[in-house]
């Protein structure tokens, strides 16, 4: 993760320049500001990536002599099937609605939203964990 990091540092620099000669060439706000926002996006993501790379063990891209091999192997448990992100892509989808045609329509959107995403991070937590 440490080169992740290092990229991502890298490409905030590059975007703060970018910014401030946009800003000072084109005196455009709407512009100037989503790039200032691009900037400390990228410097969020590069710090926090950075921060954790000390705290996890060295992977095999962090490392100069490794091979692809070494990098196989089960990296995590991810869902086959999951319904709860049809669950979240209609209240977002329903808010956006709210968006344009009134803002009456968050309201049906948000129990949508909160259940997909309580469906969501609560998916795997029953069963033997459950309390009787």
């Known amino acids: 993760m440490r080169i992740q990091g290092k990229m991502f540092l890298g490409l905030a620099v590059f975007i703060l320049a970018s910014a401030v000669v946009y800003g000072l060439w084109s005196k455009e706000p709407a ?49 086959p099937h999951s319904w709860q992100p049809l669950a979240l892509a209609a209240g977002g989808a329903l808010a956006f609605l709210g968006i344009i045609f009134g803002w ?17 991070v609560f998916e795997y937590y029953h069963g033997e964990n459950r309390t009787q």
Do not use: C, H, K, N
Request: aromatic share 16%; hydrophobic share 55%.
């Open 104 to 120: 009456w329509l968050l309201f049906v959107s948000l129990p949508v939203i909160l259940i997909g995403v309580y469906g969501w």
């Open 31 to 79: 512009g100037t500001t989503a790039l200032f926002l691009a900037f400390a996006l990228s410097t969020m993501i590069g710090f926090y990536l950075a921060f954790t790379a000390r705290r996890a063990d060295t992977g095999a891209q962090d490392r100069e002599d490794a091979e692809v091999a070494d990098d196989a192997g089960e990296l995590g448990f991810f869902s």
